[in-house]
């Protein structure tokens, strides 16, 4: 196949995750982890299923891939997502080291759905007083205490 | 004990949560959920020990404690985070629908251990266009079609 076969045989197995997904009564999302070519990594959404806030598609499939791979970082994969990811796999991209990212529905789709994405970009960028729940700093002495262990620890694995 | 002294012993739990993980390796971060003034969940960070760059802290307490109390959603709880989460977590406490956030060390504090939760937040905030991964949106004719089953769906379960 060519390239941009190959490009939407992957976002297609996205799509299909979804639409299994949203048949059995899962959240409507699916995602795969692709790398030299091969998915080596899947999911869709288990949120209610599994009782896990956070096994978004995206999510699962990172997890999956990380577990194949034996690696916490994903620098050579692309992630295709059959949604626009929510901030919360946003960020997960981030933490992954993720470079690349293909996606068919849009934010808007899924919002149309009442998957309100949007709420919580607006709540990320609001200060902490300005925010719907309730955040409370306190002044701990030893609030600092687990980087300086960190910091001196020289055998640590940065992530 | 008082509610004030409670709130220090949780958020003393946490920070010995997060010192534990430096001293083993894992990252310096500590969480902890509250129910009905009782833990019901836990985490440290286990990013680099079982290869999942979702594996914060404040995940790991999340997912232990819906699954503790078999629900999806920690309606009437309250997170005790040894450090100000990363935008992966707060989106997460978001999506767990917990109304209540204690912290200790800020962002600023763990930036300077290295953990640039900024870069991230700031990343979230610029257009698709501008972020620093290349994040490509194919329209498909399949893209909405998980949202119709999810929507016509009468048994789904909203999260």
Chains 1, 2 share one sequence.
């Not at 790398?35 to 869709?44: D, L, Q, S």
């Amino acid at each position: 196949m060519s390239g941009t076969k190959k490009t939407d045989a992957f976002l297609q197995r996205a799509i299909e995750l979804a639409i299994q997904s949203a048949k059995q009564q899962g959240g409507p999302f699916g995602a795969v982890i692709v790398k030299n070519n091969k998915i080596i990594g899947e999911g869709y959404n288990q949120v209610t299923k599994n009782c896990d806030p956070s096994a978004h598609a995206e999510i699962i499939a990172i997890r999956e891939a990380c577990k194949n791979i034996n690696d916490y970082q994903l620098n050579d994969c692309t992630l295709y997502s059959s949604c626009e990811p929510c901030p919360m796999c946003m960020s997960a991209i981030y933490w992954a080291h993720i470079p690349e990212l293909v996606y068919a529905a849009t934010a808007n789709d899924a919002a149309k759905a009442g998957f309100d994405d949007q709420f919580i970009y607006d709540e990320l960028a609001k200060p902490a007083s300005q925010k719907s729940i309730s955040i409370k700093h306190i002044k701990h002495n030893d609030a600092n205490k687990s980087f300086d262990e960190w910091l001196s620890n020289n055998t640590r694995k940065e992530y």
